[in-house]
C-alpha cells in the first residue's frame, strides 16, 4: 500500500498548532500529522520526504521571516507550503506570495476561513487575503527578490545569516568561485553594490514581522 501522505505543522505557539491541526485533519483527511515547534525540525521532517504541506510560522526562535520561506522553498521545491504569521503587514503578505507560498493566513483568522485556505490548498489552488498597501519600495524589493534563482535565494540567505563565501561554498557543495559569480548577479538582479546593501534588503522585508515568540 502506498505511504500516507504527512502534514508538518511549524509553530512554536501549542496551542496555534492544535488550531491548525484540527483544521488540516478536515481538509488533508486521512494523513499523518506531525508538529514541529522550530525550523530546524521542520527541515529534518521534510528531509524525510513523503510531506505534502508544510504550515510555516515566519517567526520562531530560530526562524528568519521571509528568508526562512526562501530557504523551504529552494531546499524542499515540491512541498506547498503555507505560511501562517501574526504579521498583518502588507509586504508580508504579498512577499509570501511572490516568494512561492502556496497561502498566507493570518493568525488572527477565524477557522472557517483557516479551513478554507487549507482546503484550497489540498484541491491544488493558492489562497491569499487581500494584501491592502504596500510602499513602491517594498514591491520593487519583493519583485526583485522573486526574480533571483532558487541557487541566488539560497546564497542570500546564508550571506545574511553571515556566512563567508568559503562557508557557502562548502555547505552548498560549489566552489568560491561559484559563489563570487552567484554574488556579483545577485548584486546586479537586487540593484546593490554589496553584501550589506542585499542582506538590508532581504531583511527589511521581515521588518514588519512581530517579536519571536509573539
Partial sequence: MPMTGRIVIADDHPLLRAAVRGCV????????????????????????????????????????????????????????????????DAKVRRGARELGAAAFIPKSAPLPLMREALTAVAEGDYWFPEEGEVTKQDASNLEKLARLTPAQR??????????????????????????????????????????????LIAKQLDAALPPAGA
Fill in 154 to 199: 539560497r546564497i542570500l540567505t546564508l550571506v545574511s545569516e553571515g556566512k563567508l563565501n568559503k562557508q557557502i561554498a562548502h555547505e552548498m557543495d560549489i566552489s568560491e568561485a561559484t559563489v563570487k559569480a552567484h554574488m556579483t548577479a545577485i548584486f546586479r538582479r537586487l540593484g546593490v553594490v554589496n553584501r550589506t546593501q542585499a542582506v
Fill in 25 to 88: 485533519e478536515q481538509s488533508w483527511p486521512g494523513r499523518d500529522v506531525v508538529e514541529v515547534a522550530d525550523a530546524a525540525s521542520a527541515r529534518v521532517e521534510a528531509g524525510k520526504g513523503g510531506v505534502e504541506l508544510l504550515t510555516l510560522d515566519l517567526h520562531m526562535a530560530d526562524s528568519a521571516g521571509l528568508q526562512t520561506l526562501m530557504a523551504f522553498r529552494q531546499d524542499f521545491p515540491a512541498i506547498p507550503v503555507v505560511v501562517v504569521s501574526a504579521s498583518e
